[in-house]
């Protein structure tokens, strides 16, 4: 399984987590306190190695944009949401199978 980190915003709220197989209470997660900005590129890297995983070498976050729930379909006006991901390896150079 390749391992990854996801981020996004919820309501103002800026979280950043890792899918584990398994019920997802027992993902690792981080939340920046409501209304932070983008959380820095060094930031998202301090709470990945606080929840024990860095990026893989050369690894870059991507972004893309989603509709936001509240959206109508193919409204081009309408909000959308932006997700990023990077892969990931456990802390220690150990990369997921």
């Known amino acids: ?17 890792v899918p584990l197989l398994g019920s997802v209470s027992n993902w690792p997660e981080h939340r920046w306190p409501h ?19 860095e990026p893989l070498p050369g690894a870059a976050w991507r972004w893309e944009e989603c509709p936001a729930a509240s959206a109508e379909p193919d409204d081009p006006h309408a909000p959308v949401d932006l997700i990023a991901a990077i892969e990931l390896r456990e802390r220690g150079g150990e ?3």
């Open 1 to 17: 399984m390749k391992l990854q980190a996801l981020m996004g915003n919820s309501g103002g709220v800026w979280k950043v987590f």
């Open 35 to 53: 209304g932070v900005p983008i959380p820095t590129p060094a930031a998202r890297r301090e709470v990945l190695a606080d929840l024990g995983y």
């Open 95 to 97: 990369v997921a199978a």
